[in-house]
């Protein structure tokens, strides 16, 4: 056990190369050992309440456990294998049974509740007081209350949700590695670009195969649906995408079974917690009170965009008419003919702009904003990754101190999951006159560099990267020192991406595009004309874009505030009605958008998917601080990098992470309460008259 990576103190690094399956299952099991003796101690521990005889002893034994099992289920999502797959699902049990006993634990319940009604509770820090009080609420949540087969029920139901939802991210996983399609003529690739033909190629040779490989992984089947002038293929590539771990694609893969069990286990579970359903039991965290205020909320919204968004789409039908002959638009045609028409609109295409923002150039420029806004610097650490194209990084700030780790996993490949994410291995924690710092995963699926030259990133891969790091720095710029009150923990799940969606916004100004571009061939900058037509096709289809993510947002309320489960049928039909209320466009069909939802049924936005928008007017709003403060240069451009503005975001949003409410801490950075209006106007959405 002692040569067990995953068993270093919690103020060690982890050698992630020297982490073998068994070490996890080890690691596990000893951990889990440890945790149980920790609460069964404090449990039974009969001395007068305080934050030392109960707090420190639980999150002393629990911090390490769940460092560990973060780390493997982190490995488990960006070098998924067999073996480390087969151990993973084999400690899930555990590690789920684990939290419910917790949760269900009345006695160490009852030393929290003994601890706050004790007189200590006052002389407690605010950040300390909240913490108990978010404890009792989560015990509670997690079914402390409930007596007899209510409980055993509960604990049943956690064990199997759990598992559910690990089994549809595999198949989701598994659904796209598995898929591929090899073309041998070059002429059915006419359109798409060389960077994407490039890579292709390499994954036939790669794959002992001669020709192009196509598969469903973003950084192909994106500029495949954008660019291919082969209707056919784009058909063919759109139908495999679209039904994902559905019984239109491979049957073994089908996620239908996985959602009715999600809904009809979440329903029972928010039933046996005393909630009409599982949207109301989850917004007890949340900055939003009743499912009714969100979807009021959604629906608003919805009737200022949908306008725009049939401008939009009329538009784009007529364009694909008289100038591409597609007489009757379909869904497979839609990114190739909005790609055309902002090319024919704005002069310029996505490829084009792509070969200015390359990855070296990108990291450049984000490394710069976030020192000019923050006086922070990233630089290259000399720690073991998991892939030798992990490239970690300390935070160092003014003073020369470290404030913590970022590994950067960006590139897509076999065995690791799509999207982009951040999460959290360790948070921060002072440990005596020691500070414990906090480490972050930063991972998307950008396109890998071909030999020779620098990846290649969109600027909506620009977006994303930068998206991602407000929600690294949410956590490694955070002053707070119990891992209870850090973003991650207890930051409501609605405000959790205001940081996010406040960096997108740098990403658009001509300062900011300065410093992340540089030609991959001649290392020039993005000249200025480019740059005013991607600046003013910024809202390109927007409208549109809009509707969509507030069809998901209201289709992921609507199924959760049922009292009970439904069938996949009902499910369906849900949706249908809620496109019908929203959207503008309609896909086919055989369409199975649920079954590869994984934010919903495997990544924990289930009732919360709302929270984009939600945080998307708090983030504007906050971002329209910036503007305010913007001063302009000799050529006329606007600098929002405002480093006064940025301390202040920094001490009133990030550094705070979750030791007050979010709606205090956007109040003491803004001054006041939030307003759509600045959602609005960057969106392109005019308000309507008052």
């Given at each position: 056990?002692?040569?067990?990576?995953?068993?270093?103190?919690?103020?060690?690094?982890?050698?992630?190369?020297?982490?073998?399956?068994?070490?996890?299952?080890?690691?596990?099991?000893?951990?889990?050992?440890?945790?149980?003796?920790?609460?069964?101690?404090?449990?039974?521990?009969?001395?007068?309440?305080?934050?030392?005889?109960?707090?420190?002893?639980?999150?002393?034994?629990?911090?390490?456990?769940?460092?560990?099992?973060?780390?493997?289920?982190?490995?488990?999502?960006?070098?998924?294998?067999?073996?480390?797959?087969?151990?993973?699902?084999?400690?899930?049990?555990?590690?789920?049974?684990?939290?419910?006993?917790?949760?269900?634990?009345?006695?160490?319940?009852?030393?929290?509740?003994?601890?706050?009604?004790?007189?200590?509770?006052?002389?407690?820090?605010?950040?300390?007081?909240?913490?108990?009080?978010?404890?009792?609420?989560?015990?509670?949540?997690?079914?402390?209350?409930?007596?007899?087969?209510?409980?055993?029920?509960?604990?049943?139901?956690?064990?199997?949700?759990?598992?559910?939802?690990?089994?549809?991210?595999?198949?989701?996983?598994?659904?796209?590695?598995?898929?591929?399609?090899?073309?041998?003529?070059?002429?059915?690739?006419?359109?798409?670009?060389?960077?994407?033909?490039?890579?292709?190629?390499?994954?036939?040779?790669?794959?002992?195969?001669?020709?192009?490989?196509?598969?469903?992984?973003?950084?192909?089947?994106?500029?495949?649906?954008?660019?291919?002038?082969?209707?056919?293929?784009?058909?063919?590539?759109?139908?495999?995408?679209?039904?994902?771990?559905?019984?239109?694609?491979?049957?073994?893969?089908?996620?239908?079974?996985?959602?009715?069990?999600?809904?009809?286990?979440?329903?029972?579970?928010?039933?046996?917690?005393?909630?009409?359903?599982?949207a109301h039991m989850r917004l007890e965290t949340r900055m939003a009170d009743t499912p009714e205020q969100v979807m009021s909320f959604l629906r608003d919204l919805a009737n200022?965009?949908?306008?725009?968004?049939?401008?939009?789409?009329?538009?784009?039908?007529?364009?694909?008419?008289?100038?591409?002959?597609?007489?009757?638009?379909?869904?497979?045609?839609?990114?190739?003919?909005?790609?055309?028409?902002?090319?024919?609109?704005?002069?310029?295409?996505?490829?084009?702009?792509?070969?200015?923002?390359?990855?070296?150039?990108?990291?450049?420029?984000?490394?710069?904003?976030?020192?000019?806004?923050?006086?922070?610097?990233?630089?290259?650490?000399?720690?073991?990754?998991?892939?030798?194209?992990?490239?970690?990084?300390?935070?160092?700030?003014?003073?020369?101190?470290?404030?913590?780790?970022?590994?950067?996993?960006?590139?897509?490949?076999?065995?690791?999951?799509?999207?982009?994410?951040?999460?959290?291995?360790?948070?921060?924690?002072?440990?005596?006159?020691?500070?414990?710092?906090?480490?972050?995963?930063?991972?998307?699926?950008?396109?890998?560099?071909?030999?020779?030259?620098?990846?290649?990133?969109?600027?909506?891969?620009?977006?994303?990267?930068?998206?991602?790091?407000?929600?690294?720095?949410?956590?490694?710029?955070?002053?707070?020192?119990?891992?209870?009150?850090?973003?991650?923990?207890?930051?409501?799940?609605?405000?959790?991406?205001?940081?996010?969606?406040?960096?997108?916004?740098?990403?658009?100004?001509?300062?900011?595009?300065?410093?992340?571009?540089?030609?991959?061939?001649?290392?020039?900058?993005?000249?200025?004309?480019?740059?005013?037509?991607?600046?003013?096709?910024?809202?390109?289809?927007?409208?549109?874009?809009?509707?969509?993510?507030?069809?998901?947002?209201?289709?992921?309320?609507?199924?959760?505030?049922?009292?009970?489960?439904?069938?996949?049928?009902?499910?369906?039909?849900?949706?249908?009605?809620?496109?019908?209320?929203?959207?503008?466009?309609?896909?086919?069909?055989?369409?199975?958008?649920?079954?590869?939802?994984?934010?919903?049924?495997?990544?924990?936005?289930?009732?919360?998917?709302?929270?984009?928008?939600?945080?998307?007017?708090?983030?504007?709003?906050?971002?329209?601080?910036?503007?305010?403060?913007?001063?302009?240069?000799?050529?006329?451009?606007?600098?929002?990098?405002?480093?006064?503005?940025?301390?202040?975001?920094?001490?009133?949003?990030?550094?705070?992470?979750?030791?007050?409410?979010?709606?205090?801490?956007?109040?003491?950075?803004?001054?006041?309460?939030?307003?759509?209006?600045?959602?609005?106007?960057?969106?392109?959405?005019?308000?309507?008259?008052?």
């Amino acid at each position: 056990m002692t040569t067990n990576p995953l068993l270093v103190p919690i103020d060690s690094l982890i050698d992630y190369p020297a982490i073998q399956p068994e070490h996890i299952e080890q690691a596990v099991d000893h951990l889990l050992e440890l945790a149980r003796q920790a609460v069964d101690t404090v449990s039974n521990d009969d001395s007068e309440p305080s934050w030392d005889t109960i707090v420190e002893p639980i999150t002393d034994a629990t911090e390490t456990l769940y460092r560990a099992w973060s780390v493997a289920g982190h490995l488990n999502s960006v070098i998924n294998t067999p073996e480390l797959r087969t151990v993973y699902n084999q400690c899930l049990p555990r590690m789920s049974e684990f939290s419910t006993w917790v949760g269900l634990n009345r006695p160490l319940f009852q030393r929290y509740q003994a601890l706050a009604d004790s007189p200590a509770f006052a002389n407690l820090s605010p950040q300390r007081q909240r913490i108990i009080t978010l404890a009792l609420r989560d015990f509670r949540l997690s079914g402390v209350q409930l007596e007899g087969q209510a409980r055993d029920d509960y604990a049943r139901i956690s064990d199997e949700l759990a598992q559910t939802s690990q089994q549809f991210s595999e198949h989701v996983l598994d659904a796209i590695d598995q898929w591929h399609y090899l073309i041998t003529d070059q002429a059915e690739l006419a359109g798409v670009p060389d960077d994407v033909l490039a890579a292709a190629q390499r994954a036939a040779q790669d794959n002992e195969q001669t020709g192009w490989r196509l598969t469903l992984k973003m950084p192909c089947y994106l500029p495949v649906m954008q660019y291919a002038r082969n209707q056919t293929l784009r058909e063919l590539m759109y139908r495999a995408y679209t039904t994902i771990a559905s019984e239109q694609g491979d049957a073994q893969f089908d996620n239908s079974q996985a959602i009715e069990t999600l809904l009809d286990l979440r329903a029972q579970e928010a039933s046996l917690l005393g909630f009409a359903s599982y949207a109301h039991m989850r917004l007890e965290t949340r900055m939003a009170d009743t499912p009714e205020q969100v979807m009021s909320f959604l629906r608003d919204l919805a009737n200022k965009a949908r306008p725009y968004a049939r401008q939009d789409l009329d538009e784009l039908q007529a364009f694909a008419q008289k100038e591409l002959g597609l007489e009757t638009l379909q869904a497979w045609d839609v990114p190739f003919c909005a790609e055309r028409l902002r090319e024919q609109r704005y002069a310029y295409s996505e490829d084009e702009v792509k070969q200015y923002f390359t990855e070296p150039a990108v990291l450049s420029g984000l490394f710069k904003v976030i020192q000019r806004l923050f006086d922070v610097t990233l630089r290259a650490a000399d720690i073991p990754a998991w892939h030798p194209a992990v490239r970690p990084f300390e935070v160092i700030a003014s003073d020369g101190k470290v404030l913590g780790y970022l590994y950067m996993d960006l590139h897509a490949r076999q065995g690791k999951q799509g999207g982009a994410w951040v999460d959290s291995e360790r948070s921060r924690r002072r440990l005596g006159e020691e500070l414990c710092l906090p480490i972050a995963y930063l991972v998307c699926n950008f396109a890998e560099p071909q030999p020779g030259r620098p990846a290649l990133l969109t600027h909506d891969d620009v977006i994303t990267l930068f998206h991602e790091s407000g929600h690294a720095l949410h956590t490694l710029l955070s002053r707070v020192d119990d891992p209870a009150a850090s973003a991650f923990s207890a930051v409501e799940w609605d405000a959790i991406e205001l940081p996010s969606q406040f960096m997108e916004n740098f990403c658009w100004e001509w300062p900011v595009v300065q410093m992340l571009t540089a030609h991959v061939e001649t290392g020039e900058h993005l000249p200025r004309s480019l740059y005013n037509k991607l600046n003013l096709a910024r809202n390109f289809q927007s409208g549109m874009q809009m509707v969509r993510q507030l069809e998901f947002s209201l289709f992921d309320m609507l199924i959760h505030s049922r009292d009970s489960g439904m069938s996949i049928e009902a499910v369906m039909e849900i949706l249908s009605q809620v496109r019908q209320e929203v959207a503008v466009l309609f896909p086919p069909e055989w369409h199975r958008f649920p079954h590869q939802f994984s934010h919903l049924f495997a990544g924990g936005y289930g009732a919360g998917y709302y929270s984009y928008k939600w945080a998307e007017v708090l983030s504007a709003d906050a971002y329209s601080a910036f503007e305010e403060k913007a001063y302009t240069h000799s050529d006329g451009a606007r600098d929002t990098l405002d480093s006064n503005t940025g301390h202040r975001f920094w001490r009133e949003i990030l550094s705070v992470g979750g030791e007050r409410p979010a709606a205090d801490s956007f109040r003491a950075f803004r001054g006041r309460d939030p307003s759509i209006t600045a959602l609005l106007r960057h969106s392109g959405l005019t308000p309507e008259p008052a």
